[in-house]
């Protein structure tokens, strides 16, 4: 090496010799900064730095005691260290923030017409504000939201789904927010053990893992956000056994989140349609039950075609040739009396099968010189609507990307409710109240749907359950959910499934007559109206009990 070269690299041994020693300097002043955080009696950490959107939340851990420093120089230097880049990266994300620009894969929001990250105002506002910070005062027990109960292998709510079951287990989406949950919970965990944050012994122990979960509780805030508190067995050096029922519950750490909401933002604006509006195919399957028939065109007739309602077709479905001649006469009358002449007459010569009876109704369409697509509701005869039911029927159903299906009110039997509550239920207009009728949320059958979808998608054929009474609507309903269609699932509070007899004879399959009782049950009233009719006798001596002609 010669003389140059040696003077330049003595120069640039010089310029850094101050960079080092200033490093080092910043290096101890952080370390100190860091370590005054401590207190005797609680940690915290994350300070007031607020997180970007999706980073961690601002959290306090309360420990009983100090944690005892460490025994090995080399262990609190890398302590230290791992310290040193969690500020800086806070004091790099506080920067951004300070100069208005959100750091990658941050959502921005409107504050007030300014733009500024969620995270600045929004969230830090929600966490402030949650209940798991402070009680917050109701005015009502029926305003509290319960939590619920849950493990990794149970979830425990209040709230029925569909199976109507007081314990099940998490799938779909529940499932993967509650991992989630414990998962984020045990990287909290982790790394404040890491830090020195929890009370330990001398001696090392082992990482928290998903094995040390013990329960946790989740309650779904419309305002707040997702809270979660989460319990996990304390890891330390296993002491004296003890069958104290204290000392294990005080050996348990908890974990508290919040997943706050983040502001509205707008995501889809559809402009109104200015093309002429679809067609509705109401195509409605039909065994015998002339009487049925005649109420629902006339409740058509009433709630539909006056209220002014076009671009209407009606397709039926009949099976058998008993009766054949009375339907079509019926039809005539109604065309003479309302007008209305868009409807198909088709006829099946074989044993009612509602599957069977729809798809037909559906390929019939192609011969239709109308249009090559339409929309389609599959429709009952027991089933009343009106127009309003129907353009909710067109909003929410569009052609290879979405499908409607409902959930309907189905009214108790009227002989029933008649007894014991004071509301008169109409045919014509059920009432929506908690003693008239419950929301059919196990019932698949009404579909909005195009039907090119319905046919793209197979329609009824490849099911195991295509005749007779039930299975149908939740093997169509499947196959809608299982493909790349959204469906819309809601309450409706314009459409009716009426009350009517319904027999379950016994040439139905196990599965359906099983399905046709339990539907048959809970059609026939609510708890209360159906205990009053089993125990009202033991109160007065006097039977309540129905005729064979009101079941």
Same mark, same amino acid.
């Not at 369409?365 to 067109?394: G, T």
């Not at 299982?482 to 459409?495: E, G, H």
């Given at each position: ?34 370590? *005054?955080?401590?207190? %005797?009696?609680? @940690?915290?950490?994350?300070? $007031? ?5 999706? !980073? +961690? =939340? ?11 420093? *460490?025994?090995?120089? %080399?262990?609190? @230097?890398?302590?230290?260290? $791992? ?5 800086? !990266? +806070? =004091? ?31 969230? +830090? ?427």
């Amino acid at each position: 090496m010669n003389r140059s070269a040696r003077r330049v690299l003595l120069r640039l041994f010089l310029l850094a010799l101050p960079l080092v020693v200033l490093t080092f300097v910043a290096v101890s002043l952080l370390s100190s900064n860091v370590d *005054s955080l401590h207190s %005797h009696n609680a @940690l915290t950490f994350a300070s $007031k730095v607020i997180q970007p959107c999706g !980073s +961690q =939340l601002p959290l306090e851990i309360v420990a009983p005691t100090e944690p005892s420093p *460490s025994s090995l120089p %080399h262990e609190e @230097l890398k302590r230290q260290l $791992k310290q040193l880049k969690q500020v800086i !990266s +806070q =004091l790099e994300d506080r920067l951004r923030l300070q100069g208005g620009i959100a750091p990658v894969g941050v959502a921005v929001a409107s504050n007030n017409g300014n733009d500024v990250p969620c995270s600045i105002s929004y969230i +830090q506002k929600q966490i402030e504000q949650s209940e798991i910070e402070k009680g917050k005062k109701w005015h009502n027990e029926y305003e509290i939201i319960p939590h619920s109960l849950f493990t990794l292998q149970a979830y425990y709510s209040t709230e029925a789904g569909m199976g109507r079951r007081v314990v099940e287990r998490p799938i779909g989406s529940r499932r993967q927010d509650l991992q989630e949950a414990v998962s984020s919970a045990l990287s909290v965990l982790n790394n404040n053990r890491d830090r020195g944050a929890l009370p330990q012994p001398a001696a090392k122990t082992k990482r928290y893992v998903a094995s040390d979960f013990v329960e946790g509780l989740y309650r779904l805030d419309p305002i707040e956000g997702t809270q979660y508190e989460l319990w996990f067995n304390h890891q330390q050096q296993p002491a004296a056994a003890s069958t104290d029922n204290h000392s294990k519950r005080a050996n348990l750490v908890k974990v508290s989140l919040l997943r706050p909401h983040a502001p509205l933002v707008a995501v889809r604006l559809e402009q109104p349609l200015q093309f002429e509006i679809p067609i509705v195919n109401i195509i409605v399957p039909l065994s015998g039950r002339l009487s049925a028939f005649e109420s629902f065109l006339n409740r058509f007739k009433k709630n539909v075609l006056t209220a002014g309602q076009s671009r209407i077709h009606l397709t039926v479905v009949f099976f058998g040739d008993k009766h054949w001649n009375e339907i079509q006469r019926e039809m005539l009358i109604f065309e003479k009396a309302s007008g209305f002449s868009n409807f198909h007459l088709l006829n099946i010569n074989s044993t009612f099968s509602r599957a069977r009876g729809l798809q037909v109704g559906v390929e019939h369409w192609e011969n239709s010189p109308i249009e090559d697509d339409v929309l389609i509701f599959l429709c009952d005869v027991d089933v009343a609507f009106d127009s309003a039911f129907l353009e909710r029927c067109r909003r929410n159903a569009q052609p290879k990307r979405q499908a409607y299906f409902p959930i309907v009110f189905s009214q108790y039997n009227p002989n029933v409710t008649r007894r014991y509550t004071r509301h008169r239920d109409d045919s014509q207009v059920p009432t929506l109240h908690k003693d008239t009728g419950f929301w059919r949320d196990f019932g698949f059958g009404m579909v909005c749907t195009y039907r090119s979808d319905f046919l793209s998608l197979g329609g009824f054929h490849g099911g195991d359950e295509t005749t007779g009474w039930g299975g149908e609507d939740l093997f169509l309903y499947r196959k809608y959910i299982r493909s790349t269609m959204r469906v819309i699932r809601a309450p409706d509070k314009n459409i009716f499934h009426l009350w009517h007899p319904k027999k379950c004879p016994n040439s139905l399959g196990p599965v359906q007559r099983r399905d046709c009782l339990q539907s048959r049950g809970r059609n026939e009233a609510s708890y209360d109206q159906l205990a009053l009719l089993l125990f009202s006798a033991d109160a007065d001596g006097q039977s309540h009990h129905l005729s064979e002609s009101e079941i």
